[in-house]
């Protein structure tokens, strides 16, 4: 059956993150040839609309205000209800960012449906929408069906592939003018943490460190790698609590999942909470001087060594392929 599926999208620093691409691309699945609503929220939108039709949205909606400028449970769930108000989709997808996460279901709660959080991926089988998501810290998979009611999903970034990119797609924009009144929240200011380089949780390459880098200092190959491949450093639970690098890069259950093309795990043991963030990765390379390390078992490739001399000729051996 066709629906209409509202997409939120999703704007960081003036750009659309790519999940809001991938929401696209799921809900081409879902609408099963019904129309692809995008949703922007924010201060100033400019041509952010045309991305999302470029990605696959036949439609967009635009709720501009001063108010929106920075993300606030209450203002972005006033100017979304206004849309849906206005729109009645059958479907709605979010990222299953930190944004998405508070939003979705307080969405979810306003309109009185069901929430599938974090799926990975949307398929039609049996006349039904099926979302297949993660359980036990990534262990197994699970399928839910939506056969009633508003389907309401998050879907884990990196894992859905967004469509081709279209600068030939038209599509309509219009405006939505919704009162944005009574905030509870007012954000008079973003701190943001200093970091370089690429995004840890949109990038292609991750090279991660464990304890096993042994000190902050023990980054610096690491470090030297991902720039060499292009890719971001990330951590385990274990190297931040040791103090040898930020929380902001720790990876796991309690940290950022990330499925990037490429994980290279350097001194990394393998603990569930951390492949609970990353073992969906594509392709996983782990350099552990333990060949016994759990880590082994999830990795596509297995360097026994010490990574102090693995990882140096590794950022060598790329720079002389690469030049
Ligand atoms: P270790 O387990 O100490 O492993 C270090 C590894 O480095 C070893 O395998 C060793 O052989 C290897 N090594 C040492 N020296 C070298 C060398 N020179 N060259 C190569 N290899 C070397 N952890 C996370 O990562 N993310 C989470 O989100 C997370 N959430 C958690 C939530 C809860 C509720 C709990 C209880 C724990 C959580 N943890 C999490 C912690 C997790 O259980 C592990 O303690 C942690 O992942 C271990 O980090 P590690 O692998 O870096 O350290």
């Known amino acids: 059956m066709t629906k209409k599926v509202a997409v939120l999208g999703e704007i960081r620093d003036g750009s659309l993150r790519n999940v809001s691409f991938e929401g696209l691309a799921a809900a081409r699945t879902i609408a099963e040839g019904g129309e692809i609503l995008a949703v922007l929220v924010g201060a100033s939108l400019g041509t952010l609309a045309q991305d999302m039709i470029h990605y696959g949205a036949d439609r967009v909606v635009t709720v501009e205000d001063e108010k929106l400028a920075q993300y606030t449970p209450d203002g972005f769930s006033q100017a979304f209800l206004s849309v849906v108000e206005q729109e009645k989709p059958e479907a709605i997808v979010f990222g299953h960012t930190a944004l998405g996460k508070d939003l979705a279901p307080k969405i979810a709660s306003r309109l009185g449906c069901g929430l599938i959080s974090d799926a990975v991926d949307v398929e039609i089988a049996g006349g039904n929408v099926v979302f297949t998501r993660p359980i036990y810290s990534g262990k197994a998979f699970e399928k839910k069906i939506v056969s009633d009611g508003i389907v309401f999903a998050t879907i884990r970034p990196n894992n859905i592939a967004p469509l081709e990119k279209e600068t030939s797609r038209a599509g309509e924009v219009t405006a939505l003018s919704a009162e944005i009144k009574d905030l509870r929240t007012i954000v008079r200011e973003v701190a943001k943490k200093a970091t370089q380089g690429v995004d840890l949780s949109e990038a292609k390459i991750i090279v ?98 010490d990574l102090f001399e693995v990882v140096p000729m590794l950022a060598e051996e790329f720079k002389n392929l690469l030049i």
């Open 208 to 305: 991660a460190g464990g304890r096993g880098v042994k000190s902050a200092d023990g980054f610096s190959p690491l470090q030297e790698l991902a720039d060499v491949l292009g890719g971001a450093v990330g951590a385990s639970r274990g190297a931040c609590d040791a103090e040898y690098c930020d929380y902001s890069l720790q990876i796991g259950q309690t940290g950022k999942v990330v499925t990037p093309d490429l994980y290279i795990a350097c001194g990394i043991s393998g603990a569930i909470q951390h492949l609970a963030g990353m073992s969906n990765s594509k392709v996983i390379v782990a350099i552990n001087k333990d060949p016994e390390a759990n880590i082994f078992k999830v990795a596509d490739y297995g360097i026994v060594g």
